[in-house]
């Protein structure tokens, strides 16, 4: 869980997004690996990154609180859910007193997050703050819970998440790199928690071989 203290929005109207995410948000628990506190979670080291490489904070608070909207919902689809969070952002933008402008950005900042959707090169620098800030929320003590909350909504047993979860962010080191230099300094400490976390539950013998059938030699050397 996030601290009170945590989830202050840093623009002014950040504040009006957040109370309307919640609206959004309420009572749905379809999704528990991108509910409410994923999106603020995601806001945090967002924010973190886009000052540190002179992002729009403007463009990129709104981004970071609304990238997964659609998510929880019922009938959300995870190779759609970029374009769908983008359309219902719009919605709630607009109602926040967004300029047209500021919500193309912000709305096209949320459109490129999804990883089916990397083309190199066209990306803004919203766009890779938002991409490296929800890839990091995949490790640490919050990326496990939402790995086993993802588990058991799919009903597997904890070795199975283990599995599946290390080989996510053995593809990640692979190919899906984070863009910044700040973003992969905070990733380092939740990557090590993570696999820590897999080695216990997979066991020693088991984690090291699909380590190296992933192509690393050492958990040391996975970064993101
Ligand atoms: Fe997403
Ligand atoms: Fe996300």
Same mark, same amino acid.
């Given at each position: 869980?996030?601290?009170?203290?945590?989830?202050?929005?840093?623009?002014?109207?950040?504040?009006? &997004?957040?109370?309307?995410?919640e609206k959004?948000?309420?009572?749905?628990?379809? #999704?528990?690996?991108h509910?409410?506190?994923?999106?603020?979670?995601v806001?945090?080291?967002?924010?973190?990154?886009?000052?540190? &490489?002179?992002?729009?904070?403007?463009?990129?608070?709104?981004?970071?609180?609304?990238?997964? &909207?659609?998510?929880?919902?019922?009938?959300?689809?995870?190779?759609?859910?970029?374009?769908?969070s983008?359309?219902?952002?719009?919605?709630?933008?607009?109602?926040?007193?967004?300029?047209?402008?500021?919500?193309?950005?912000?709305?096209?900042?949320?459109r490129?997050?999804?990883?089916?959707?990397?083309?190199?090169?066209?990306?803004?620098v919203?766009?890779k @703050?938002?991409?490296?800030?929800?890839? /990091? #929320?995949?490790?640490?003590? #919050?990326? /496990?819970?939402?790995? /086993?909350?993802?588990g058991?909504?799919?009903?597997?047993?904890?070795?199975?998440?283990?599995?599946?979860?290390?080989?996510?962010?053995?593809? @990640?080191?692979?190919?899906?790199?984070?863009y910044?230099?700040?973003?992969?300094?905070?990733?380092?400490?939740?990557?090590?928690?993570?696999?820590?976390?897999?080695?216990? &539950?997979?066991?020693?013998?088991?984690?090291?071989?699909?380590?190296?059938?992933?192509?690393f030699?050492?958990?040391?050397? @996975?970064?993101?």
């Amino acid at each position: 869980m996030i601290a009170l203290g945590e989830i202050n929005p840093i623009t002014e109207r950040g504040w009006l &997004v957040l109370s309307e995410l919640e609206k959004f948000m309420k009572n749905d628990e379809n #999704d528990p690996a991108h509910d409410l506190n994923h999106h603020l979670r995601v806001r945090k080291t967002g924010i973190e990154i886009g000052k540190s &490489v002179g992002a729009d904070l403007e463009v990129l608070e709104p981004a970071l609180l609304l990238h997964d &909207v659609i998510r929880p919902k019922e009938e959300a689809k995870e190779k759609t859910h970029a374009q769908e969070s983008a359309k219902e952002a719009e919605r709630i933008l607009k109602k926040c007193g967004y300029r047209n402008e500021e919500i193309k950005r912000i709305c096209n900042t949320i459109r490129n997050h999804s990883r089916t959707d990397l083309s190199e090169g066209k990306k803004d620098v919203e766009s890779k @703050v938002l991409y490296d800030a929800d890839k /990091i #929320d995949g490790v640490g003590a #919050d990326g /496990i819970r939402r790995v /086993i909350s993802l588990g058991k909504t799919r009903g597997w047993n904890a070795k199975k998440s283990a599995a599946w979860y290390l080989g996510r962010i053995l593809d @990640v080191a692979k190919n899906e790199r984070l863009y910044f230099a700040s973003s992969k300094a905070i990733a380092r400490e939740g990557i090590t928690i993570s696999l820590n976390w897999c080695e216990r &539950v997979l066991g020693k013998e088991k984690f090291a071989k699909q380590l190296n059938e992933g192509g690393f030699h050492s958990a040391g050397e @996975v970064e993101f």
